[in-house]
């Protein structure tokens, strides 16, 4: 098999590897076991920015704001001075959020932005005889799409009672309705170029699929199709290229996990939890390998957890701030980061070391050591190894500071080992080393 890799050995390298045998064996990886819940094994992974949330308790929601730099929890609620707040996203710079609410005159939800600059609410476009729900706006900031119906039970709905995806201008006031008759929220977002925008579409009861609606045409057309895709857990997501939803874990479960679709290769990616009778939803993806969920994994009612995507494992993120997960139902809604490029990141490097020999082809038994190398300092950084053997995962180590890993492969077999360099901000490198073992 072609061996691809990138190669930087010095004296130096080999002196740290041959310094550091002891140590690649403490952290040695252990075969992945499926369905074995694993968080507090694993430290907890480092997370910067900020993300919004809700609190539903007795039926009525109440949106937070938590910082995870500063560690401070704000009650976005009492600052709109609105009633049964939730679903909120965050605007591209993060200094607004979009929200559905109850107008207290109508009854009805409404629409709603808060500029966080401002300490204000202002209601996007008044419908008193309409329910809104589900906003998100343009990475421009100057649009805002949702859902509207005219039933307050929208499960009843009769036929002319159907849900319509809907756009508003935030300058103009101008609005359409895109979409009609659909029977559930079509849980919009926008692409991130702004060019089209995501939907989930029902119109017959039976099949549920995700649309792509071009804003230059107004066409629309099937842009995934997959058993048991849901319209209540939580609304699409479009990052690095990559669209994230929710399903059902298999047409006769009601576990919900998340998954995410990649249009270069027509496939879609499970991502659960390790414990799989654990739903997963409402997902904010804060880089390829590490999400923040929400989840219902103690069995007493939902949480928001911080998910790994490639191994399942998972830290409920009470652990962080034992104020976020409380007796009530906390559900993510949106994850922003100031500044995703902090450092000038170079591509990783990874050598392959066989009883202390360069490039030599391991046999089944024989240790492995992987020495990574980044031109800056290599210590300001986590660590994710996940080695896939015949295009499965035979083993992960989700973030760890140790940039030497070892293991020994008991399985002949084609290997590919990922490692991802992540430095906390939301930028990472990703290396790829394939090798063989023989007999």
Not at 196 to 222: C, M, P, Q, R, W
Not at 270 to 294: E, G, H, K, Q, R
Not at 391 to 407: A, E
Request: overall charge negative; hydrophobic content about 35%.
């Amino acid at each position: 098999m072609e061996k691809k890799y990138y190669t930087k050995v010095t004296a130096l390298s080999l002196l740290a590897i041959a310094l550091a045998t002891a140590a690649i064996y403490f952290f040695a990886p252990k075969k992945a076991v499926p369905g074995k819940e694993t968080p507090s094994r694993l430290p907890m992974p480092t997370i910067y920015g900020k993300m919004v949330y809700q609190s539903t308790e007795n039926q009525m929601s109440t949106l937070y704001l938590y910082d995870f730099d500063n560690d401070h929890i704000t009650n976005l609620s009492k600052l709109t001075g609105l009633e049964n707040c939730a679903e909120a996203r965050f605007s591209a710079d993060g200094g607004k959020i979009v929200f559905s609410a109850d107008d207290k005159a109508s009854g009805k939800r409404q629409i709603y932005i808060y500029d966080f600059a401002a300490n204000k609410a202002e209601c996007v476009l008044p419908a008193p005889d309409e329910n809104q729900c589900s906003p998100a706006f343009s990475p421009d900031g100057e649009n805002v799409v949702f859902s509207s119906t005219v039933f307050d039970a929208p499960m009843i709905a009769s036929t002319a009672d159907k849900y319509a995806l809907c756009t508003v201008n935030l300058k103009t006031g101008e609005n359409a309705k895109l979409v009609t008759g659909l029977l559930d929220d079509p849980a919009p977002a926008y692409s991130e170029d702004g060019a089209s925008i995501y939907y989930i579409e029902n119109s017959d009861g039976a099949h549920t699929f995700i649309k792509k609606l071009s804003l230059a045409d107004k066409s629309s057309a099937v842009y995934c199709s997959e058993e048991g895709i849901t319209t209540n857990s939580g609304a699409l997501r479009e990052f690095d290229g990559l669209l994230y939803y929710a399903r059902r874990f298999n047409p006769l479960s009601d576990t919900v996990i998340s998954a995410r679709y990649n249009p270069a290769t027509g496939a879609s990616r499970t991502i659960a939890m390790s414990s799989y009778s654990s739903s997963c939803f409402d997902i904010c993806p804060i880089s390829d390998s590490l999400a923040l969920v929400s989840s219902d994994t103690d069995g007493n009612g939902l949480d928001i957890v911080a998910l790994d995507i490639y191994s399942g494992s998972f830290w409920p993120l009470g652990e962080v701030n034992g104020k976020i997960n409380s007796n009530a139902a906390e559900r993510i809604c949106d994850y922003f980061v100031t500044d995703r490029t902090v450092y000038n990141m170079a591509q990783s490097e990874v050598k392959m070391i066989v009883d202390g020999q360069e490039e030599k082809e391991p046999a089944a038994g024989e240790s492995v050591s992987f020495y990574i190398d980044i031109s800056e300092n290599s210590q300001k950084y986590q660590y994710s190894y996940y080695c896939l053997k015949d295009g499965k995962i035979y083993l992960s180590v989700p973030r760890v500071t140790t940039n030497i890993i070892g293991f020994t492969p008991n399985e002949p077999g084609n290997y590919v080992l990922k490692v991802y360099a992540e430095n906390g901000h939301g930028e990472r490198t990703v290396s790829t080393y394939e090798f063989t073992v023989a007999d």
